[in-house]
T-cell receptor, first 113, second 113 residues
């Protein structure tokens, strides 16, 4: 089984709808992250959490919110989706030790019409 | 903020060596990473190097770090079609204990017969 899972894998929605993307991990890591990937722009950090009670904004948090329900779960919400939020979204985890390398989920492809 | 730059595309012939280059601006970089993203998948760590090292070799992969010029490269020997992917350079700064990486935009490696 995958260590970092994301649901849904694909989602098409309409402008103005509320959307939640979910991430679960079995790696036992404290740190979790949400990124979005756009062609030619690489990965940009949306939010990150270093433990259950810790939530921090990343580079592009406007229009997004997150919830850390448990050590293993970190969800990303788009309160009112807009077309320029169409992107590939990745969840990642890290242990917070050593080189603190990140482990990525398979991604959620979101299309906002 | 800190910046990581890499060229967007590299095309090589199967069996040749590939060299993917990256430059960064953070003088306090602690770790530098190479991640690989295959089509339809999340990023996967290939290797990383601590900033006090000049070189790291792992089977077909060689990482070279020129800290003075803030230049990182990834050499893939005997490149195969299975190496076709997007390669992301990233750096992290240990100051404050965060280690949150800054990613480049990714280099698409195309391997042709």
């Amino acid at each position: 089984d995958a260590d970092v899972t994301q649901t849904p894998r694909n989602r098409i929605t309409k402008t103005g709808k509320r959307i939640m993307l979910e991430c679960s991990q079995t790696k036992g890591h404290d740190r979790m992250y949400w990124y979005r990937q756009d062609p030619g722009l690489g990965l940009r950090l949306i939010y990150y959490s270093f433990d259950v009670k810790d939530i921090n904004k990343g580079e592009i948090s406007d229009g997004y919110s997150v919830s850390r329900q448990a050590q293993a779960k970190f969800s990303l919400s788009l309160e009112s989706a807009i077309p320029n939020q169409t992107a590939l979204y990745f969840c990642a985890t890290s242990a917070g030790q050593g080189a603190d390398t990140q482990y990525f989920g398979p991604g959620t492809r979101l299309t906002v019409l | 903020g800190e910046d990581v730059e890499q060229s967007l595309f590299l095309s090589v012939r199967e069996g040749d060596s590939s060299v993917i280059n990256c430059t960064y601006t953070d003088s306090s970089s602690t770790y530098l990473y190479w991640y690989k993203q295959e089509p339809g998948a999340g990023l996967q760590l290939l290797t990383y190097i601590f900033s006090n090292m000049d070189m790291k070799q792992d089977q077909r992969l060689t990482v070279l770090l020129n800290k003075k010029d803030k230049h990182l490269s990834l050499r893939i020997a005997d490149t195969q079609t299975g190496d076709s992917a997007i390669y992301f350079c990233a750096e992290s700064d240990a100051s404050g204990g965060s280690y949150i990486p800054t990613f480049g935009r990714g280099t698409s490696l195309i391997v042709h017969p």
